[in-house]
């Protein structure tokens, strides 16, 4: 986890510029059960038989040995939900609390993410393997009432990639089957999360509607449990995430064009957005009349049979950016990928957004004829840093 930058150095930057196991509800048999985390609350405990013996000391005298637990205990949270399309759904949240008397620091997020059969929702595909569900599934966070996004964030934006390829997870199916209908995503926190004992940082998911199937959703949260409470000034800043997804764009010929709000790219509900990097992803999408029309309205030939991520034709996508205060970061259009690193699709710009800034996205399809190939397109933009609050 990366350190924040000081604020007062943020300040002097100029704004960027670029040229015991219990199933759970939704728990499907043949996949492993979510294990409860470990819990010391520091009490004092005997040690077990075979402790080592206290020279010159008959073993049934020998001592009893407190043992305290250490300040900072490794833990597991995880939790999962099944969503259908154009719905939303909460996993257990029971399975996400902070235990009752222990502070719990989170310093890691993941999402995976499955696709499932629409006809029997326990045996995922074994056809086609596009990818591309990280578009599909969107989050939403909120922790005692504070919100760490500014509406629902497509998983695959919270953070960069770690490979050129989607990150594929490979299950094997009953029949033998090896699927790649799957995919993990990583949210590293720039500012881990102290929960309170007892408490829980509620995620929601949403299912977009561009594919019409149910998709299994598991997050997992990966931290410490902690004998002592934070201080102040670690409670006082929380991770904050915000996302355009841009129109899809089908790519015929025709220029077409389409920008994000200054209710998109925006910081958080007060004070200032510490940002320490843009995401932007491009998707493809092969549309399909069968399928209803599940994108939006611009849309002539129905929904989609699959999303996949953009890994040729890199310019497929021209994009400009700039900040309501003054700060053009992307002055003209451009290819993506001269904003956006070809692996982690990552813009690394620590900067300090001003309290009721926000970005203005700008993205074209540059007239790229696919028409051919009866293909649309989608790029998704996402601002990711850390907000001070109140403890």
């Known amino acids: 986890m990366n350190s924040p930058i000081p604020r007062e150095e943020l300040r002097r930057q100029p704004a960027p510029q670029v040229g015991p196991v219990s199933p759970e509800p939704n728990y499907v048999p043949g996949e492993a059960a979510d294990l409860e985390s470990v819990v010391f609350d520091g009490e004092a405990v005997e040690m077990a038989a075979g402790r080592p013996l206290t020279p010159g000391v008959a073993p049934g005298a020998q001592p009893s040995f407190p043992v305290s637990s250490p300040d900072e205990w490794p833990t597991v949270l995880t939790a999962q939900v099944r969503i259908s399309p154009n719905a939303g759904g909460s996993p257990n949240q029971q399975a996400l609390r902070a235990p009752a008397k222990t502070w719990l620091r989170i310093d890691e997020i993941r999402f995976s993410v499955r696709a499932l059969k629409s006809d029997n929702p326990d045996v995922t595909f074994s056809t086609y393997t596009a990818m591309g569900f990280g578009a599909v599934i969107a989050a939403n966070f909120t922790l005692d009432g504070k919100a760490l996004t500014s509406g629902p964030v497509p998983v695959s934006v919270f953070g960069p990639s770690r490979k050129l390829t989607a990150e594929r997870l490979i299950f094997n199916e009953p029949g033998g089957y090896i699927q790649s209908r799957a995919e993990e995503y990583v949210w590293p926190l720039e500012v881990p999360i ?198």
Not at 240 to 256: K, Q, Y
Not at 307 to 319: K, M, T, Y
Not at 330 to 349: C, G, I, K, N, W
């Open 194 to 391: 102290f929960v309170k004992p007892g408490s829980i940082l509620e995620p929601t998911f949403e299912h977009r509607g561009y594919l019409d199937y149910q998709i299994r959703v598991r997050v997992s949260y990966a931290g410490v449990l902690l004998k002592q409470a934070p201080s102040q000034a670690d409670q006082s800043k929380l991770p904050f995430v915000s996302a355009w997804v841009a129109p899809t764009l089908p790519l015929d010929g025709t220029l077409r064009t389409a920008e994000s709000t200054e209710k998109d790219l925006v910081g958080p509900p007060a004070g200032e957005f510490n940002v320490e990097y843009f995401i932007g992803r491009q998707y493809l999408a092969i549309q399909s009349a069968t399928f209803k029309a599940l994108m939006d309205a611009d849309l002539d030939a129905g929904g989609f049979v699959a999303v996949g991520v953009i890994e040729r034709s890199a310019d497929l996508f021209w994009l400009k950016l700039a900040g309501s205060w003054g700060a053009p970061v992307v002055p003209e259009m451009v290819p993506h990928y001269a904003v956006f690193d070809r692996v982690s699709r990552q813009l690394q710009v620590p900067h300090i957004v001003p309290e009721d800034g926000y970005y203005i996205a700008t993205v074209t399809n540059n007239a790229q004829d696919l028409s051919g190939q009866n293909v649309a397109g989608m790029t998704i933009i996402s601002l990711v840093g850390w907000q001070e609050v109140s403890p």
